[in-house]
């Protein structure tokens, strides 16, 4: 499904360990949650996917990484990985000082589009 697929192209993205909902061990962190919008044969879904990390700079370079394998212009070929096809784009994001971790929080928000083949 979706959350196979967006793990495992997190993680070949960034070569970090990739976790949903909250991260753990020694940081940076990248977690991830998928929110169904709409069934059918073509889903979509929401993913946010947050990096967590004490250096602001380091989660800035992390995210582009990640906007550039996610946010696909029309003329790129879609991504297939565990049997899904995804097609997506970047809809929001955000930075934040975590006070209660001391970290920076760097959130996208991508709406993807996808099928299982």
Same mark, same amino acid.
């Given at each position: 499904? &979706? ?19 909250? @991260?753990? @061990?020694?940081?940076p962190f990248l =977690?991830? =949650?998928?929110?169904?919008?709409? @069934? ?12 967590? %990390?004490? %250096?602001? %700079?380091? =989660? ?18 879609? &991504? ?13 994001? @955000? ?10 929080e760097v959130s ?5 589009n996808w099928r299982?083949?």
């Amino acid at each position: 499904m &979706l959350e196979i697929a967006i793990k495992d192209i997190l993680k070949e993205v960034t070569g970090l360990k990739v976790t949903p909902i909250f @991260g753990t @061990g020694k940081p940076p962190f990248l =977690t991830y =949650t998928v929110t169904p919008i709409s @069934g059918g044969a073509v889903k979509e879904s929401q993913v946010e996917v947050k990096i967590i %990390d004490c %250096d602001y %700079d380091n =989660t800035l370079k992390i995210r582009e990484k990640i906007i550039t394998k996610l946010d696909m212009e029309a003329k790129d070929p879609s &991504l297939v990985n565990s049997n899904v096809v995804i097609r997506s784009g970047l809809a929001g994001g @955000g930075s934040l000082f975590n006070d209660s971790i001391q970290m920076w929080e760097v959130s996208c928000i991508f709406i993807i589009n996808w099928r299982r083949i």
